[in-house]
């Protein structure tokens, strides 16, 4: 099983700031298969980025995905008050297709 | 476009057996391209992956939950289903139905649309 540990916890920042997640595997997996999640109180999770560095329909470019087994990094260049909420990265190149824990990114 | 909604009972007793369905709506649940999943979220966790519903009507489980779940789908409904027996307090969560697009060229997989989650509670 690959295990996805996500670094921080928790981040506190304020908007206009860049934020910097990060994912690593326990197993090596092809980045093709690592996707970044939003989720938000209440709601279902929001796929933002698939292939490590590809945008999904209709997210803003302020959200970028880099990097390759084991490290993952999803950037949010200049932070908007919407974008405060729980990321998720998640792998599907191995069985159990496993999701890090979460990063909760707060306002400072 | 595509839209996905859980249904279920709310409360289970323990030992029972939960069952949910999942309604694609806006689209067919035979369309290639996609394959149908689950994922659940205990209040206050993160995201666990429960299973996955191939093509070709092969499924995968989380080997935590595989000797206890079961995935199929019913065509005609155009819903695909879960079912989770000999539940206990442990299996309180809110259920996410979702689609997985695929792109095998690429080797893309990912959630792309999700349903709005539905809680069930053992109790």
């Known amino acids: 099983e690959s295990v996805l540990t996500q670094s921080p916890g928790t981040l506190s920042l304020s908007p206009g700031e860049r934020a910097t997640l990060s994912c690593r595997a326990s197993?090596?997996?092809?980045?093709?298969?690592l996707a970044w999640y939003q989720q938000k109180p209440g709601q279902a999770p929001r796929l933002l980025i698939y292939?490590?560095?590809n945008r999904a329909t209709g997210i803003p470019d302020r959200f970028s995905g880099s990097g390759s087994g084991p490290d993952f990094t999803l950037t949010i260049s200049r932070l908007e008050p919407e974008d405060f909420a729980v990321y998720y990265c998640?792998?599907?190149?191995?069985?159990?297709?496993?999701f890090g824990q979460g990063t909760k990114l707060e306002i400072k | 476009q595509v839209q996905l909604q859980e249904s279920g009972p709310g409360l289970v007793k323990p030992s029972q057996t939960l069952s949910l369905t999942c309604t694609v709506s806006?689209?067919?649940?035979?369309?290639?391209?996609?394959?149908w999943s689950w994922v659940r979220q205990v209040p206050g966790k993160g995201l666990e992956w429960i299973g996955v519903?191939?093509?070709?009507?092969?499924?995968s489980y989380n080997p935590s939950l595989k000797s206890r779940v079961t995935m199929f789908v019913d065509r005609s409904r155009n819903q695909f289903s879960l079912r989770l027996t000999s539940v206990t307090a442990a299996d309180t969560a809110v259920y996410f139905c979702?689609?997985?697009?695929?792109?095998?060229?690429?080797?893309?997989?990912?959630?792309?649309?999700w349903g709005k989650g539905t809680t069930v509670t053992v109790s």
């Open positions: 979702a689609r997985v697009t695929v792109i095998p060229k690429d080797y893309y997989y990912y959630m792309d649309v």
């Open positions: 806006g689209g067919s649940i035979s369309s290639g391209g996609h394959y």
């Open positions: 519903f191939y093509y070709s009507e092969n499924t």
């Open positions: 197993e090596y997996f092809s980045s093709s298969y």
């Open positions: 292939g490590a560095s």
């Open positions: 998640h792998q599907y190149g191995s069985s159990p297709y496993t």
